[in-house]
Structures are given as structure tokens and as C-alpha cells.
């Protein structure tokens, strides 16, 4: 499978598949059969193709000295437990050395189940008495993940929360500029089928996503006209699921047949995740990708490996957080453990990237 076009969702859509029956019913010879598919597909696609509506935009803006630097945590809400507070305590630290301009998370905002509402107490109590130091009184830009639906998701995304703490700003899927750089934040839990089909005991809270498949086909849709409006020479794409994984969860089926080729079509230069609760960095065999993975915001060791197609430059089982310091012709990625200490480093130049 390698054309995975965001229209190939409808195909697979039962409207079209009884379409799709039916010809081939009437129809031997199987070229006429595909010709009149392809027309009864066209002439449906205006009935069947949701408008799509802008990715909301944010910006922020760079330092005087033309840099920008911030870090990225994923998987964290857990009341300070599970090292929460240390992993808090090493990014104030780290936070107040690079000066940093913003906060990432990657979702898992609030374990197990998300916010039961806007008024729960589990917002102070994992977030804002958590992240007290003073370099991290910046812009939180988070995504949801998986155990964020599992509860009151509206909440999450709620402005109500804004009054509580200014610092959060939690939006499905937005675009967020800083001069050089675009970040395309992602809501990849509706991705997830299994999610839908097989939830075992969860509930999950589809409200303003159901049906899967629009949700999916408009998200790849706007995605992709955004990012070929881009002109940022940094693409950043942001979501809860990984594409690439060597630990617990691996890769994330979905994302790799119907988001990746989006990002590979339009030279996304890292994929930023979490849900695994470590932190790694994969590179692409066959594109300029880069499969980041900061998802030990507290609970890890899962002690799980498994290899996969791409190359692994960088896997840590342990709690930590990555920074990213950025400037129009360099990028700049660090890993950090419990104690603060540095344990990767890996960076990049545009000028190698056009020349390549
Ligand atoms: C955090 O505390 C709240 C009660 O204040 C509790 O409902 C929730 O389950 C706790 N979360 C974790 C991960 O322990
Ligand atoms: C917290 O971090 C320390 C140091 O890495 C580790 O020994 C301990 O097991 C961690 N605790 C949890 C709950 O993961």
C-alpha cells in the first residue's frame, strides 16, 4: 500500500463500496467497472466531501537575537507522583538556563481519564502546583492524547481553564508560527480505531469528532493546504501518537498509512510525539523525517523494545523531557533524564538539508 491519499478514505467508505458492488455485479469486463466507479466516485464527491475549515493560527514571537527555545514533555498529569515532580523540578532548571519561550506537551495531560470537568481539582493539582518554577511561567501548547478523551475531552479544551492558569492553551488541531518556524499540532487519537471498534472499559469522549472518518479526511485536507502554504523553512508536525516507536506501543498503524505521507509530501522535517513513555529519536530511511518521541513526563521503565523499519539513533526507557533550540539555519534537540543531566544531542542544518 503506498498511495494512501487523504481521498483514498472515502473509497473505503461504505457508500462507495456498495457502489463499488453493485458495478462489479452488473459489470464483467473490469475496466468499464473501474470507469464508472470513478465517475459514480466523482460524481458523489461534492455531495460526500466535508468542507474543510482553516487550522487556527497562534503566534510567537522569536528573541531579539534571532533564536527561539522551549521544551517538550508528554505523558505527565499524575498529582506530582511518579517523578512528575522531579522531571518538573530538571525542567525549571533547564528551562531557566536555554531561557526558553514556550512549553510543548505532547498529550496525556491528566491521567488515568482526563479532566472529569473544568472545575476538576486535578488541573492544579498535576499541572499548576507541578510546573511551579519561574522559567516555566510560559505558553503551554499542548495536544490531547489518548487518556485525555477518556474524559470530560471538551474541558481540556475548554478557555474557562485560562482563567485558572494563564499558561494553558490546549487546541485540537492549530498552527503555531514563530518567524522561522511552523508547528502543525495534531489530534491523532481519533486515528486510533481500536479506540472506536474495541474500547474495552473506556469511554471515549467523541463529541465534535464522530464520524471517524470526516474527522480524518478534513484533518488531512487542512493539514495539507497548510503546509504547502507554509513558507517556514522549519516544519514541525506535533501529535500523541507515535509514527515510529521501538518501546510499549510501537508504531501507530493509522498514522503511518494516513498522516505520514502528508508529512512526507510536504517536508516535514520532525514528527514530535509522545504516548510512549520515553524518549527516542528515529530517523527516516527514506525521507528527511525525524521520529522524536518525549513521552516520560512520569511513568516509565516499560522495559519493552521492539526494532522497526527506520533507523534508531537514540532510545532512553526512563523519565525525561527534551529541549529544542532553534535558529532559521540550525536545529538543535537535547534529551534529559530525572537528574537534569544531558543524555543526547542531536542537531541539524537547513543549509545540509537543501544540499543533500
Ligand atoms: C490525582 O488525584 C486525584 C484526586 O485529587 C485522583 O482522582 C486522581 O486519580 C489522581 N491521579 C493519579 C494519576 O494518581
Ligand atoms: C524515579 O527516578 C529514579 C531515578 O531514575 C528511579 O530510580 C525511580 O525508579 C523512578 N521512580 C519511578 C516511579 O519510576
Same mark, same amino acid.
Given at each position: 500500500?503506498?498511495?494512501?491519499?487523504?481521498?483514498?478514505?472515502?473509497?473505503?467508505?461504505?457508500?462507495?463500496?456498495? #457502489?463499488?458492488? #453493485?458495478?462489479?455485479?452488473?459489470?464483467?469486463?473490469?475496466?468499464?467497472?473501474?470507469?464508472?466507479?470513478?465517475?459514480?466516485?466523482?460524481?458523489? +464527491?461534492?455531495?460526500?466531501?466535508?468542507?474543510?475549515?482553516?487550522?487556527?493560527?497562534?503566534? &510567537?514571537?522569536?528573541?531579539?537575537?534571532?533564536?527561539?527555545? +522551549?521544551?517538550?514533555?508528554?505523558?505527565?498529569?499524575?498529582?506530582?507522583?511518579?517523578?512528575?515532580?522531579?522531571?518538573?523540578?530538571?525542567?525549571?532548571?533547564?528551562?531557566?538556563?536555554?531561557?526558553?519561550?514556550?512549553?510543548?506537551?505532547?498529550?496525556?495531560?491528566?491521567?488515568?481519564?482526563?479532566?472529569?470537568?473544568?472545575?476538576?481539582?486535578?488541573?492544579?493539582?498535576?499541572?499548576?502546583?507541578?510546573?511551579?518554577?519561574?522559567?516555566?511561567?510560559?505558553?503551554?501548547?499542548?495536544?490531547?492524547?489518548? &487518556?485525555?478523551?477518556?474524559?470530560?475531552?471538551?474541558?481540556?479544551?475548554?478557555?474557562?481553564?485560562?482563567?485558572?492558569?494563564?499558561?494553558?492553551?490546549?487546541?485540537?488541531?492549530?498552527?503555531?508560527?514563530?518567524?522561522?518556524?511552523?508547528?502543525?499540532?495534531?489530534?491523532?487519537?481519533?486515528?486510533?480505531?481500536?479506540?472506536?471498534?474495541?474500547?474495552?472499559?473506556?469511554?471515549?469522549?467523541?463529541?465534535?469528532?464522530?464520524?471517524?472518518?470526516?474527522?480524518?479526511?478534513?484533518?488531512?485536507?487542512?493539514?495539507?493546504?497548510?503546509?504547502?502554504?507554509?513558507?517556514?523553512?522549519?516544519?514541525?508536525?506535533?501529535?500523541? =501518537?507515535?509514527?515510529?516507536?521501538?518501546?510499549? =506501543?510501537?508504531?501507530?498503524?493509522?498514522?503511518?498509512?494516513?498522516?505520514?505521507?502528508?508529512?512526507?509530501?510536504?517536508?516535514?522535517?520532525?514528527?514530535?510525539?509522545?504516548?510512549? &513513555?520515553?524518549?527516542?529519536?528515529?530517523?527516516?530511511?527514506?525521507?528527511?523525517?525525524?521520529?522524536?518521541?518525549?513521552?516520560?513526563?512520569?511513568?516509565?521503565?516499560?522495559?519493552?523494545?521492539?526494532?522497526?523499519?527506520?533507523?534508531?539513533?537514540?532510545?532512553?526507557?526512563?523519565?525525561?523531557?527534551?529541549?529544542?533550540?532553534?535558529?532559521?539555519?540550525?536545529?538543535?534537540?537535547?534529551?534529559?533524564?530525572?537528574?537534569?543531566?544531558?543524555?543526547?544531542?542531536?542537531?541539524?542544518?537547513?543549509?545540509? =538539508?537543501? %544540499? %543533500?
Amino acid at each position: 500500500m503506498t498511495n494512501h491519499s487523504p481521498q483514498l478514505l472515502w473509497r473505503n467508505s461504505s457508500t462507495l463500496e456498495s #457502489v463499488f458492488v #453493485v458495478v462489479m455485479g452488473t459489470f464483467a469486463e473490469k475496466s468499464i467497472a473501474l470507469v464508472l466507479v470513478l465517475l459514480a466516485a466523482s460524481a458523489m +464527491l461534492p455531495a460526500l466531501l466535508p468542507c474543510s475549515a482553516e487550522l487556527q493560527r497562534f503566534e &510567537h514571537p522569536i528573541k531579539p537575537d534571532g533564536s527561539l527555545s +522551549l521544551l517538550v514533555i508528554g505523558d505527565w498529569g499524575r498529582n506530582g507522583t511518579f517523578n512528575q515532580s522531579e522531571i518538573a523540578f530538571q525542567m525549571g532548571r533547564t528551562g531557566q538556563e536555554l531561557n526558553i519561550d514556550f512549553v510543548i506537551s505532547t498529550g496525556d495531560n491528566f491521567y488515568e481519564n482526563g479532566l472529569t470537568g473544568v472545575d476538576d481539582k486535578q488541573f492544579e493539582e498535576s499541572f499548576t502546583n507541578v510546573y511551579t518554577a519561574k522559567s516555566l511561567q510560559k505558553q503551554w501548547y499542548s495536544v490531547l492524547g489518548n &487518556h485525555d478523551y477518556r474524559g470530560d475531552v471538551l474541558a481540556q479544551l475548554s478557555p474557562i481553564l485560562r482563567n485558572i492558569d494563564s499558561r494553558w492553551l490546549c487546541v485540537r488541531n492549530f498552527i503555531l508560527n514563530a518567524e522561522f518556524v511552523d508547528f502543525f499540532f495534531v489530534d491523532t487519537t481519533p486515528f486510533v480505531q481500536t479506540y472506536w471498534i474495541n474500547p474495552e472499559e473506556h469511554h471515549y469522549d467523541w463529541r465534535d469528532v464522530a464520524p471517524r472518518e470526516t474527522y480524518i479526511s478534513n484533518l488531512l485536507k487542512d493539514l495539507d493546504i497548510a503546509l504547502k502554504e507554509s513558507t517556514a523553512p522549519w516544519k514541525f508536525v506535533v501529535g500523541h =501518537h507515535t509514527i515510529r516507536s521501538v518501546s510499549d =506501543h510501537g508504531d501507530t498503524a493509522e498514522l503511518s498509512a494516513f498522516l505520514l505521507p502528508v508529512l512526507k509530501a510536504n517536508g516535514v522535517d520532525m514528527y514530535i510525539n509522545g504516548h510512549d &513513555h520515553c524518549l527516542e529519536h528515529i530517523s527516516s530511511n527514506d525521507s528527511p523525517i525525524q521520529y522524536i518521541t518525549s513521552g516520560g513526563g512520569s511513568k516509565a521503565w516499560r522495559g519493552i523494545f521492539v526494532p522497526n523499519v527506520d533507523k534508531l539513533q537514540y532510545f532512553y526507557d526512563g523519565q525525561g523531557f527534551m529541549s529544542m533550540q532553534l535558529t532559521r539555519e540550525v536545529a538543535e534537540i537535547a534529551f534529559y533524564d530525572v537528574f537534569g543531566r544531558t543524555i543526547y544531542k542531536w542537531s541539524t542544518s537547513k543549509l545540509r =538539508h537543501q %544540499a %543533500a
